[in-house]
């Protein structure tokens, strides 16, 4: 089985400060995706990651994939509350075609 | 676009009853949806692997006799807890993989189950 490690597993920030969540694995996977998961709903995609160094910002989040596709962050500039929830990422797994290798997930608070 | 719904989102049941969920593609062809459980505060433990026309492919340690599935359609799948129990309770999440972008998922709102 092909793990992906999450970390931190909390975090806890004030608006306007910076946050990076990390997934590292030992495996390759042919490509990444976050998601943002609120309390009693679905997860939802923020971004796929596939090329290795890949680099993608959407508004304050930057994901990058590691040149191995060993592993990716998400970097959150100036947090916001409405960015409280809990991030997971999520690896396609070359070991397994079609499924994904979900990380433990980091819950993140921003408080006002 | 791709948007993927669930019914019912909570469900309450007695014990030794059964329940059925669906996942349903609403603007795609899903040829692979996938079953997830979600216990408090924890990550998605992937259940079953339903593709359309075939039979499910369950996951180590999943009871493939107590989570049916059943993939009818590109659009429709559907998981029965059969004789359900309290340690059955849980929120049940579908995702659905586009036909033509299969390293994609889109997930459906969940289903919290009670079963009393």
């Known amino acids: 089985t092909q793990l992906l490690e999450q970390s931190p597993q909390f975090l806890s920030i004030q608006e306007g400060e910076n946050l990076t969540v990390y997934c590292n694995s030992s495996?390759?996977?042919?490509?990444l995706q976050w998601y943002r998961q609120e309390p009693g709903e679905g997860p939802v995609l923020l971004v796929t990651v596939v090329t290795g160094g890949e680099v993608k910002k959407l508004k304050r989040l930057t994901f990058q994939f590691g040149d191995a596709r060993k592993d990716s962050s998400l970097h959150i500039t100036a947090a916001q509350p409405g960015d409280t929830g809990l991030y997971l990422c999520?690896?396609?797994?070359?070991?397994?075609?079609?499924?994904?290798?979900f990380g433990a997930g980091t819950q993140v608070v921003v408080t006002p | 676009g791709a948007v993927v719904s669930q019914h019912p989102s909570r469900v309450i049941c007695k014990s030794g009853t059964s329940v059925k969920i669906e996942c349903r593609s609403l603007d795609f062809q899903a040829t692979t949806m996938f079953w997830y459980r979600q216990f408090p505060k924890k990550s998605l433990m992937l259940m079953a692997t339903?593709?359309?026309?075939?039979?499910?492919?369950?996951e180590q340690g999943v009871e493939k006799d107590k989570f049916l599935i059943n993939h009818a359609s590109l659009t429709l799948s559907t998981l029965t807890v059969t004789s359900a129990h309290p340690e059955d309770s849980s929120f049940y999440i579908c995702?659905?993989?586009?036909?033509?972008?299969?390293?994609?998922?889109?997930f459906g709102p969940g289903t919290r189950l009670l079963v009393l």
């Open positions: 999520a690896g396609a797994r070359t070991d397994s075609w079609g499924k994904f290798q």
């Open positions: 495996s390759v996977f042919s490509s």
């Open positions: 995702s659905a993989s586009l036909s033509t972008i299969q390293e994609t998922q889109y």
């Open positions: 339903s593709n359309e026309g075939s039979k499910a492919t369950y």
